[in-house]
């Protein structure tokens, strides 16, 4: 049996143990401590292994400083997610289409005035973007770094993936991000994806080497979710602007990508109605209302 084969089988018997439970959207936001450690690339492909699955995905951009998920995608967004902030479009005039499944929703700068809407705008764009619960998956791809607005969606969200890779800063920043959610203590489950490795042994020993510096000085637990090869298909990829799952199916970064969600669907994810989207987003806009 493949590997896609038995991702589909774990979703159908999912299906099949719990039909009576109506399902809430599984929000994972996707960060990291630095720039350049590839995690759009990881949010944008997770996505796409998730669609294969034949799940509903949503893809939302809270990129704020370099908003290109769409670049990756080689969409050009007629609208933003900035207009539905601004209440001149509804969100769902904003979700773009893009493949069989999978949907997006472009970033744009206007998430850094969501700290300044009144209450009753708060109150408009939840019940707005509540409409989105009826999603499967929602990754949301975060900013790199630990600036105020990265922590808010972090904040949000019950599910969060950092991604780091062997390099020493970038190790030293993955930590920097981890000990930031643990400050403002943000109860979230963390996960940890390792980016361009060369072997199974250097994913290990960097994991390794992070989960016990965050458990020794945070006393914080980082759960291993896997690693993603070194692999020029990437580049090939983003060059190409068609995603690496769909542009190299059979390459070893694909496979990396694949092996996550596998991961991750083998995880409890049944979402309750006190997570969800809803939830997510009154958590994101300090909203607490008909709890």
Do not use: W
């Amino acid at each position: 049996m493949s590997q896609i084969d038995s991702l589909i089988k774990i979703v159908e018997d999912k299906k099949n143990i719990l039909p009576e439970h109506k399902r809430y959207a599984r929000v994972i936001t996707v960060a990291s401590g630095k720039g350049g450690v590839g995690k759009t690339n990881i949010s944008v492909n997770l996505a796409i292994a998730y669609s294969q699955l034949g799940k509903k995905v949503l893809l939302m951009d809270a990129d704020l400083g370099l908003a290109n998920v769409n670049i990756l995608l080689g969409i050009i967004p007629k609208y933003t997610i900035y207009d539905v902030i601004k209440g001149t479009r509804s969100i769902h005039e904003v979700i773009i289409p893009y493949k069989e499944n999978i949907f997006l929703v472009p970033g744009a700068s206007g998430f850094y005035q969501l700290a300044e809407l009144r209450e009753d705008q708060k109150k408009m764009l939840v019940e707005n973007l509540s409409e989105l619960d009826d999603f499967d998956v929602i990754i949301i791809d975060a900013g790199a770094g630990i600036s105020d607005n990265v922590l808010r969606f972090v904040a949000a969200s019950e599910e969060v993936i950092v991604v780091t890779t062997p390099e020493p800063t970038a190790i030293t920043d993955a930590y920097g991000i981890i000990k930031a959610i643990t400050a403002h203590d943000l109860h979230n489950t963390l996960k940890l994806v390792v980016n361009i490795v060369s072997d199974v042994m250097q994913a290990k020993k960097v994991y390794q080497k992070l989960a016990k510096v965050c458990h020794q000085f945070l006393g914080v637990m980082v759960e291993n979710l896997g690693f993603i090869y070194e692999d020029q298909a990437v580049r090939k990829a983003v060059s190409l602007q068609k995603p690496l799952v769909l542009s190299f199916p059979d390459s070893k970064a694909t496979q990396s990508i694949e092996h996550i969600v596998l991961r991750l669907e083998k995880m409890d994810h049944l979402v309750s109605e006190k997570k969800g989207f809803k939830k997510f987003l009154k958590k994101l806009f300090s909203l607490y209302v008909d709890e």
